[in-house]
């Protein structure tokens, strides 16, 4: 890939077009990913089954993420990665016609499961080309912008989709999200750079051989952590918010807006701050998330304290991800489209492993303070797979400073 938009990148502190390109990408991604939610109940009684499976639209398309992600990073190895994008693109529309199309329900079901593989495999290939056009030191932020974008949906893609769902019927979101994926194509193809033909070929044994370093598997265990953590919470904020803190179910959508408004600033604000100080910002989220949650099951009762809490969950849950996805891409740098394939497939197994066991906590007797407690529990293990990733990056630095060798690790350990 040719080095200017990287030299320019770090001599300017600027990110380059693509970022922004990339992240409205993933804008459209994480749009989709979560806009079934808002119109369950008018996708039901149009298509003619109960909103319960009607809901099935949002699991099989995590199932597609948590699956397809690495499989479709895999089989789109060795294309372009610009072609890898615009393809993910085009399969991403074609998914979504076919939706706004049909009334027959497991071709809709099966289409929401192509859009995920579609899904994922944008988001793998678009946060190694972020990662890749800025270089190691400003990859954290750059991530932090294009991941944004999937904040930024849940901030504006979603109400709007939802709101235009309930007004023009539900399948009009649909009908714009194709064509919203047709349009970015050619800034895609124009943004990211052509490959060089003599550069390294990539393949499937170099991918693999990239997973055997250690610090990879525990950036994956991370980033399952802090979306369990904040996931099982957020699943089912809305009991929490009726009963614990007696809001209006009205009210709930303004509170989850306050939690997206969080979420976009924290990703911003965390792949900013972590290009510099990457492990004092993990620690100092983590430490931050696990206080918020044991706050948000100790003063639910509280309308105002529950509101700024439910904002500070966004703000410092998220704001880990694009250093985690960073270093993930840093630690496996000869091959690294697998492993920020693989951190993408965590988030979604952190977010299903931790809804599924908040879950059975909203049915005990702790009743809707159950899922916060999960989270705050979960958000105590963080902890584990960070130290040992400070210990092993101490480790890998000081066998290169006795052998004599440069520090090559991407994003070393805060200074």
């Known amino acids: 890939m040719p080095e200017a938009p990287v030299r320019s990148a770090v001599g300017t502190g600027r990110l380059p077009l693509l970022i922004y390109v990339l992240a409205a990408g993933v804008f459209l991604m994480g749009t989709t990913e979560f806009i079934v939610a808002g119109i369950l109940p008018e996708i039901a009684v149009d298509i003619g089954v109960g909103v319960a499976d009607a809901g099935l639209m949002i699991t ?40 706004a199309l049909t009334s027959s329900f497991p071709l809709i079901l099966a289409m929401r499961f192509v859009t995920a593989l579609a899904t994922g495999a944008f988001w793998a290939v678009a946060a190694v080309v972020a990662a890749k056009a800025v270089g190691p030191r400003l990859s954290s932020r750059a991530l932090g912008i294009v991941l944004g974008g999937g904040m930024l949906a849940n901030v504006v893609g979603v109400p709007l989709g939802a709101f235009a769902g309930q007004v023009i019927g539900w399948r009009g979101p649909f009908w714009v999200l194709a064509i919203l994926a047709l349009l970015a194509v050619p800034a895609i193809l124009k943004q990211v750079p052509v490959e060089p033909a003599g550069g390294p070929v990539p393949s499937v044994k170099a991918e693999l051989n990239g997973l055997r370093e250690v610090r990879v598997w525990l950036v994956l265990a991370g980033a399952a952590i802090v979306c369990g953590s904040s996931l099982a919470a957020y699943s089912f904020i809305s009991p929490l918010l009726t009963e614990n803190t007696g809001m209006a179910a009205s009210t709930v959508p303004l509170v989850l807006l306050a939690y997206g408004v969080g979420a976009l600033i924290g990703s911003n604000l965390g792949g900013r701050l972590g290009a510099q100080r990457p492990y004092r ?95 705050a529990t979960i958000a105590a293990l963080y902890f584990l797979p960070l130290t040992a990733l400070v210990v092993k990056d101490r480790r890998t630095e000081r066998a290169s400073a006795e052998g004599g060798r440069p520090q090559c690790d991407p994003i070393a350990v805060d200074s």
């Open 60 to 99: 099989v398309f995590a199932i597609g993420m948590i699956v397809g992600t690495p499989l479709m990073a895999i089989a789109t190895l060795k294309l372009q990665r610009r072609l890898a994008l615009s393809l993910s693109l085009v399969v991403f529309a074609i998914g979504h016609v076919v939706v």
């Open 281 to 375: 910002v993990l620690f100092a989220s983590a430490a931050a998330t696990f206080l918020v949650l044991v706050g948000l099951a100790l003063f639910s009762h509280s309308p105002v304290a529950t509101v700024v809490l439910v904002f500070l969950l966004g703000l410092f849950g998220m704001s880990t991800n694009p250093i985690l996805i960073g270093k993930a891409v840093g630690y496996a740098a000869e091959a690294p489209t697998l492993a920020s394939a693989l951190s993408t497939s965590a988030f979604n197994v952190g977010t299903a492993v931790g809804s599924w066991i908040a879950g059975y906590a909203l049915q005990s007797a702790l009743g809707a303070t159950g899922p916060v407690v999960v989270g």
